[in-house]
């Protein structure tokens, strides 16, 4: 049995199934109180994002729905469950009910909220037999940025959720998710998208951009201020034009802004945020001093203000996998659950839904006559050998082993890996297979006990949600996956987590003194990390890609020599 399907806790053996409906839409499976499959939508659809109600609804949600309870009939013969939770499914249909019986038969259902979900997800994965939990982002049933105090015992209680502090209105709650992806729509380096679309992919692309900009401290108590006046998608015109009367600029779709002003838009803003947050957790940080932080919510992917916890305050501070909506159906199981040990869901995502057609894709890359010892994009099962040459060689090698990563972090299992001590790795990558923006950096993984060697850091960072400075000793060699401030979204990795991607970078660090590669998630630009054999081959053949991995078949293009 996989090494994630935790047993979970309780007497009563009962199966469940939890589903979060709107965008990142995600069913989890629960049997015999094992977790089996945590089924993304956007995995099975090859659709960004995607949901089967609500908002980002996928076309046909129907077709998607009854697909994806076929897959898991055939895959754990489950055609029933005791327990139905659900969240963000009625707008399929007109009634809730309606919606769960049309496609999952279960004995009761239940309905459950949104940042509850989140911050017991987050906590029972955590470590941590009790923990502070901060809950925040664009919202959901039940807020926008709440408070609670969790324990194995009690679990997860709620103990604040946040009005805004200028309309001192019960029903405006404290959004800081709207107004930090906001500013995506105004700086040119960010692709315009229509506001639906921006609202789940500016942030990331405003944190990197941020790095390259300087804090204008005349700018930011405007900052502050604008964050604070409840903008969202129905009047944020208003405040953003307010915003800019103070500073001085004109925030206008039709006339981005660019250039060094741009940048320090971002990172004013990027500061702002920070302020505003803390300046709503440092009493409870004070109050409960001796407990460490959790950080949930889409908000917990922000990992410029994660990584300032840390150094900053010096806190323990835990962030999981799937801070975002992709975390909700199973912090909802969590939550039902009540576990009395940390759960591991790291690699509990779907298996390659086509593996059985390996043979079938195999044949559309294209052959010719081998001469003698050369292999052109012939195929062969693998050793950690042939991988670890191709890496030092500088080759670009796409992974997709086992069961996929469930977050929105590829962590070795749906990877794209190559050696960043390369000269130009970074623009090399980018110009042969990912086609990113200029300012958007890419991630080291390392092994944990070599993390301070390379990084200034003494953590884990399993799941990417931190920033640690680059070693100055380290920055020029490592210099694709260093980011202009100096940082890196580092990835750790132990031999129990991941034993082939350990073992790689063990060899790989005795061949070339350096124990890191650089890890992005096997995906094209504006596609969720991917599910099939079929798309990994269509981005092997369509970009410079040089080499795949698919379980243990390794696919090489022409000019490699054994």
Known sequence: MDSW?????????????????????????SIDEKIQSIIEVERFTNCKNAAIAQYKVVNNPHVVMQSIMSWIKKEFGITKVDVCLHQNTEVIYDEVTYVMKSYIDADKYISVNHHQSHAAGTFYQSPYQDALIFSFDGGGNDGMFNIYLANRTNGVTLIDRLINPIHNNPHICYDLGFPYMIFGHYLNDIRLEVLGDGNLVYPGKLMGLASYGNINQNWLGHFIDFYKQGADGNNYGKFITELGKKIDVVFDTNARLSGQLAYDIAATSQRAFEECFLEVAIPYMQQYPELPVCITGGCGLNIILNTRLVN??????????????????????????????????????????????????????????????????????????????????????????????????ALGNRSILCNPSVANMKDVLNAKVKNREWYRPFAPVVRLEDVNKYFEWDRDARWMSFCPIVRPDWREQLAAITHVDNTARVQTVTREENEWLYDLLTEFEKHTGVGVLLNTSFNVNGKPILSTIKDAFQIYNQTQMDCLLIEDTYFRKEGFFS
Not at 372 to 377: D, G, P
């Open 5 to 29: 399907r935790w047993t979970l806790g309780g007497a009563n053996m009962t199966n469940i199934i939890s589903i979060y409906g709107s965008h990142n839409s995600t069913i989890v499976l």
């Open 312 to 409: 900053e305050f010096n806190k323990q501070v835990f962030v999981g996998p799937n801070p975002n909506d992709c975390g909700i159906a199973v912090g909802a199981l969590l939550d039902y659950l009540k576990p009395q040990h940390q759960v591991d869901v790291t690699y509990a995502g779907i298996p390659l839904l086509d593996l059985d057609l390996l043979s079938d894709y195999a044949q559309s890359v294209p052959t010719r006559e081998l001469t003698r010892n050369q292999h052109f994009n012939k195929h062969f099962h693998v050793s950690h050998d042939i991988v670890l040459n191709d890496l030092v060689n500088g080759k670009i090698v796409g992974v997709a082993r086992g069961n996929s990563e469930h977050g929105p972090r």
